[in-house]
């Protein structure tokens, strides 16, 4: 293989370090109008009045839109659940909730026409934390879904859950309540992550023009374009063909741009003004637009003497906010996982999304599985302690293996986990039990190292289909719905037509996403690009190649299998003289040296898991990852010096190591700041620190010291090339790595709450020394 | 049929007249550049000295491009011989001449610019008559080529042409000496026809930017898009795939925008800033840019008593002017046409395209078939006179008939030219030999009637490649690289698209041009779009279909003959209750209810012409139209009132007959300007009328009264559902029939020489009235 395997440049890269890079906030159209919404103030309330005249009245004002505009459409919105409205109706569930909008000539004028605007509000009681928002007489934020859905989950799963929660998701093997009885110890404790922002360069945009009263265009950095086609379709009646989502350049998604946030209002202000619309959100809006769920985790384990694990129930609870988007789905993702990759007889893990009066929040790199990595790699840290077992030791011993059959009740295949993990306790130099007993001290300062593995699904069933178009000269087109974000699926994509084909991969061009001309993909989420459109991508050249063969073989009066494929179309092996360029296949094939050969696949993976049950098949293929890091703990002032990380993960095949390198240290840095300072802070519901002067995300002063990105590779056999999934493969065991090195640092203290902030670790020692509750306490 | 044959509304009707439209100059990108040229003032000179400096300093000033700049790129293209530089290198060949060209923040600054440069030149001696032009001993305009051509006429075709004419294309039957022995009379004449412009509203304009070092992006209203790719990437030594020409927007093209123009230039001075560069070119560039061919005929015809025609020779001499485009092609069209729609079994057809020192020429609708049928038709109603017969019984005597075999050695199918010239006499109410004798005649105003007919074949041999993709929700998307330029390609192409699916015409989007999503196509020209890609549409629909089908019969346990498609999947024929939604038709073809069904082909018509002996296949399928019109002249000054007109193609199958109607009635309205006003004027090659404000173009007050568009449908076997061309067929055929009506009103006078302007006309009659060789002189 020489495109498979090797790093090459990123296709996209020389576009964006030049500027010729176009983003959506780069587009203007003649009579382009400018967008701003009035937002709910209030965390909930009813919406009594609103009073949009003297907004309307403003000159330059070309738009105003409120609730009376969506007569006749599908008010309401949402990826799994239809409950978002275009504009608030009868309520506002959260701050900075949409109450109206208005599209101006000017940006300014637009801000003025916001503030003539009038809404009166008659307040609602309001929930904030997703336990109490869970419980029977919490206030009940969406009314209108709570009989149903109770109704579901009394049937379904044969529980009372209520009041705001959406969904549950369960999933167990055998007999929790005797395995804890057999447990030699049983540990018990929660844990909690606060929301944290996803933190993109580009905040959430939007370009909206109708070009005639069945046919909506838009432009947006979505990574989910035909889902959002189909949502915009859905609320204005139109056939998924009605209406064009094109994707530009994109600056950073990491899942905040997977579903429609601001693209409806737009597309109505479109409608109204009957000009094309522009939405640049601020970033004070962005941060009430989209976030990560925060979660609670109850956790109780049951495990032998030999630190065998015997029992698990976990409960999680994630917090929508004010509206589900993916929740449900990602929720699920977290729950079958929630007792880590290890083998667990006895076990029952439930999910609950619940609504809050939050701000929406929505999927995030990893979406379910940092909130229950962070609890059951505490755990096992914490059940080594106790038994005086190497972390190391206690993990293989429990780690699931190839072949096992997992809780869902499938066999797991591909499963490089325990060499992910002894990779990065090698990489970090693991020394076995002592690490965790003795950390290194010098004056105030204490060194200590930590561990964590993760495992995670990839969304399933779904598909993904992409054709491929041989041109002329033998350079090639891919067309597909994938949203290069940042993490290079254009250049992995071409790596993956260009080997088949035996042409170089500058020789192949992959579209950006236009649902017009671009085909069916599920989403650029959940690490599925490189797995399900590298395989149709793979597949669709294939086809080509196989059209190319053929006609060759028959040209050139020779066996298929006596030919290969160059830069310079086909040969006969063996005899470089003997073969035929493009032009000439074309000219065999069509009578003419021009033309296009076509090759298309739909890929797709069945699956899914019975509600009733939790069992079926989660996942077309299962990631696994680990992470060790080594820290220095201040422990007078509680600060942190991150000195070493070192992250595994198994890819099936590295496509591109680089790039492997680049989103495994991405993922690494950014869950540094979740381990350290990241959290969205609200009082009644109101943002805190909403804005990137009071929110602090990481910078390249974070960096570790030392930084490697160690890969294994197991092929997986229905992976292109073997290769799996990466993107998001390390983000939810660095956090754990991080947490488990500073207590090992420490000699073991109980810090349950993320963000690891400085205050919280001087407060956990001195909790220690006053003999409170801390480790080792089950 | 529910789609295929319904004047459906057009698809992009309501953008062009909401303005939601996007045409290429109202894109902007941020720090877009504009570009303005500096143009030759001579027609023929040696370029000495260019010195931009003053320029390239100028404050706003970001690239000044030369031929210094071409250094290591491909400086000449062209469609068929690369003979035009991207910038003038040693010598400047016509006025207007790319010279040198600037790009700078505003247009005004770009302009200024452009006034800093200093050129040296060193005049040439120039030719501007194309016989002149065509002789041995004028100045030779492309010296480099002279001697290769020279030899390739020499060996190919025994000829000795010379001097600057490109190319030589000849066509014949029988033995002409023969012929013109047997013939009981000989006429021979000669007519001129001067340049035209496209008059399309949008001038030529493009955007051009540099993702990157190898990527290059182009929006350009450009009828051939792929064909531009082409070039691009051979100036710029990139593969296919590094040139993306996307193609917004057109406001007409009418053959103007079918070659490179202004683009290399602009990518030039992209390349160079660093920058996106939009050219829009004045009125007065498009005017030294793009114009039809003018022509000079010689015609010599020996012909019976009886009206039979039994011989004739033809001279064709097309004016390039300083750079070829494609024609040599075009010129090849008016070939073996030159002696009409009528059997002449003794012919010698012969065609020269030559350069001369006027701004470059271009394809034109109807190509170089226009020239020809002026002569052809004028010489017919003379022949007529001569002899005392109706012109209408003299045409279908000599008209070509089904199945005959053509000049070029193949047999015609599909001819109903005889239905066509009998509607349109009907039409008008011809009434037989009378008319051509006795103008009605109140004062100084005479009436008269004429008709004419013509044949014209389309491109031959080339390709057009579609794909279809099916979506989850039924609707349907079309991807092709036909250009809608006003002509309705995007309708009749959704047309025949939803007919073998059975959804209605709004479920199918058709793409606009773009190289990196829509598949190969020859060009949208010479009429061939709705016969070339309506049959690749069409297939790569029914493949789609056929999916459906197969997918339906084997989960519905039924034959697939059973089985209809319609607008909700496909159901059991007579058991409405008994189907699949195609939702449902996924699910059992992929396992899920989501993703994309694909269809696609390649079509490829086989065929051309052998230069020899010019015997081959010229056309895919031919097309033929009538047209017959009544005017009122007045004969002390000259004028022409059009009273009425009406024009007949065989279309083969009318896909969308509104549509046909508005060609028809596009096609009639322009050639009515080129009958009695349009003609560019140069005196030494400099323009004398190159602006709007002295060129006239038609408006509506110069619509006939009457006007009525009638069609033959003789389906052609290999149409889709029997479709041929229609775009450019009327146009030869106005010019002509209102010729015969102003000789019919005057009882015959001799005007060869186009325009039919009001001095011309008094002129003839003055020239009739004082005996001198006029109508009826053979």
């Not at 109770?150 to 859950?161: G, K, P």
């Not at 942190?640 to 680089?658: C, E, F, M, Q, Y």
């Not at 700041?673 to 995300?697: D, I, T």
Request: with cysteine; glycine share 10%.
């Amino acid at each position: 293989m020489s495109a498979v395997g090797s790093s090459t440049q990123r296709v996209d890269g020389n576009a964006k370090v030049s500027g010729a890079a176009q983003y959506t906030a780069d587009i203007e159209m003649p009579g382009m109008l400018h967008a701003k919404a009035l937002r709910s103030p209030h965390p909930h309330a009813r919406l009594v009045r609103i009073d949009a005249s003297r907004a309307a009245a403003l000159p330059g004002v070309l738009a105003v839109v409120t609730r009376d505009d969506l007569e006749g459409l599908n008010p309401y919105y949402g990826a799994v659940v239809e409950d978002q409205p275009v504009l608030a109706l009868d309520r506002v569930r959260c701050v900075g909730d949409i109450v109206a909008a208005v599209a101006a000539e000017e940006r300014e004028i637009a801000e003025e026409a916001v503030e003539l605007m009038e809404a009166e509000y008659e307040p609602l009681p309001a929930v904030f934390d997703v336990v109490e928002a869970a419980q029977a007489g919490a206030p009940i934020i969406h009314e209108e879904r709570f009989e149903t859905q109770a109704a579901i989950f009394r049937e379904q799963l044969n529980l009372n859950a209520g009041g705001n929660v959406c969904s549950v998701f369960r999933a167990g093997d055998g007999d929790v309540d005797a395995g804890f009885a057999e447990a030699d110890q049983v540990f018990e404790n929660t844990y909690r992550m606060p929301p944290v922002q996803h933190g993109h360069i580009e905040p959430h945009v939007a370009t909206a023009v109708w070009e005639s009263p069945n046919r909506l265009l838009v432009h947006t950095p979505c990574q989910n374009p035909v889902g959002l086609q189909e949502q915009l379709a859905r609320i204005f009646n139109l056939p998924e063909s009605g209406v064009r989502v094109v994707v530009p350049f994109v600056g950073g998604g990491y899942g905040g741009k997977t579903h429609a946030r601001l693209e409806p209002v737009a597309a109505l202000l479109a409608r109204k003004s009957g000009r094309p619309v522009q939405w640049v959100l601020t970033r004070e809006e962005v941060f009430l637009t989209g976030r990560r769920y925060g979660g609670f985790v109850k956790m109780k384990t049951g495990f032998k003497r030999d630190g065998r694990l015997v029992a698990r129930e976990v409960e999680v609870f994630y917090d929508l906010g004010a509206y589900a988007l993916s929740g449900p789905a990602n929720a699920k993702t977290g729950s079958y996982v929630a007792s880590g990759p290890y083998r667990v007889p006895n076990r029952r893990l439930t999910t609950y999304a619940v609504y809050t009066n939050l701000p929406p929040a929505g999927p995030y790199r990893g979406v379910g599985v940092p909130h229950v990595a962070w609890a059951y790699e505490s755990e096992m840290d914490r059940i080594a302690r106790h038994l005086g077992m190497d972390p190391v030791e206690l993990r293989l011993k429990n780690l699931v293996q190839e072949g096992d059959i997992f809780v869902t009740g499938e066999p797991l295949v591909s499963v490089g986990i325990s060499d992910c993990l002894r990779q990065v306790a090698s990489d970090i130099g693991w020394r076995g039990r002592v690490e965790q007993e003795d950390g290194a001290r010098e004056g105030s300062l204490r060194r200590g190292k930590g561990l964590a593995v993760i495992m995670k699904s990839t969304t399933t069933p779904t598909a993904s289909a992409a054709s491929v178009r041989l041109n002329g000269d033998g350079s090639v087109m891919l067309l597909t719905s994938s949203t290069e974000m940042g993490q290079g699926v254009r250049t992995c994509l071409a790596q993956i037509v260009a080997e088949p084909l035996g042409i170089p991969v500058e020789r192949v061009t992959v579209s950006a996403p236009d649902t017009d001309v671009t085909p069916y993909d599920k989403s650029t989420s959940s690490s599925r690009t490189t797995f399900h459109m590298g395989n149709a991508a793979l597949r669709a050249a294939e086809d080509v190649r196989e059209q190319l063969l053929e006609v060759g073989a028959q040209a050139l009066e020779v066996d298929k299998a006596d030919l290969e494929l160059g830069v310079d179309g086909v040969r006969v092996k063996g005899v470089p003289d003997r073969g035929l360029t493009v032009p000439q296949l074309l000219k065999a094939k069509y009578g003419d040296s021009v033309g296009s050969i076509f090759g298309s696949c739909n890929f797709q993976v069945k699956g899914g898991l019975d509600p009733r049950t939790g069992k079926g098949k989660a996942a077309a293929f299962w990631f696994f990852s680990a992470c060790g890091a080594e820290v220095e703990v201040d422990v007078e002032t509680g600060k942190v010096r991150v000195v070493n990380v070192a992250t595994s993960v198994d890819v099936g095949k590295a496509i591109n190591p680089l790039q492997c390198w680049l989103q495994n240290e991405g993922s690494m840095l950014e869950a540094l700041g979740a381990a350290f300072f990241e959290e969205m802070v609200f009082e009644q519901g109101q943002p805190v620190n909403g804005s990137l002067l009071e929110y602090m995300l990481p910078s390249m002063e974070d960096h570790p010291e030392r930084f490697r990105s160690l890969l294994v590779e197991t092929p997986h056999p229905d992976g292109p090339f073997g290769a799996k999934g990466a993107g998001e493969a390390v983000i939810p065991a660095v956090v754990p790595a991080i947490g488990n090195a500073i207590a090992n640092a420490l000699g073991g203290v109980n810090i349950t709450e993320l963000p690891l902030r400085p205050d919280r670790i001087v407060a956990a020692l001195a909790e220690r020394e006053a003999g409170a509750p801390g480790e080792d306490k089950p």
